[in-house]
């Protein structure tokens, strides 16, 4: 099972971009889908989260710019960034908890991780 983020970029004060983050592999189920950020010389934070059933939850700081969604079908996680601050620049991490049968069929729950993906947002 993996999370494999993409998107990002470089972009200018006021601009927009959007992560994506794609669940791959055999898995049963996956829960709340998560953004993470962290930027250098800070801890990793929590950005947004994205039930099952679409409720949400934003960090403070990206309440009314950021979208979080999901498509189930494809199982994947999108992070829509608008009126980008230089202070979003950092490494954006996908996370969810994942629950998969391993080869023995016995159930694994693992809170797997995307491996990041840098936005940048300067003039």
């Known amino acids: 099972v993996q999370l494999q983020a993409s998107g990002g970029g470089l972009a200018q004060p006021g601009g927009s971009l959007r992560v994506s983050c794609a669940a791959s592999?055999?898995?049963?189920?996956?829960?709340?889908m998560r953004w993470y950020r962290q930027a250098p010389g800070t801890q990793r934070e929590l950005v947004a989260v994205?039930?099952?059933?679409?409720?949400?939850n934003y960090a403070d700081s990206v309440k009314g710019r950021f979208t979080i969604s999901r498509d189930n079908a494809k199982n994947t996680v999108y992070l829509q960034m608008n009126s980008l601050k230089p202070e979003d620049t950092a490494v954006y991490f996908c996370?969810?908890?994942?629950?998969?049968?391993?080869?023995?069929?016995?159930?694994?729950?693992?809170?797997?991780w995307g491996q990041g993906t840098q936005v940048t947002v300067s003039s």
């Open positions: 996370n969810a908890p994942v629950l998969y049968y391993n080869n023995d069929g016995a159930p694994i729950a693992l809170n797997a």
């Open positions: 994205i039930s099952t059933d679409g409720s949400t």
């Open positions: 592999g055999s898995f049963v189920r996956i829960d709340d």
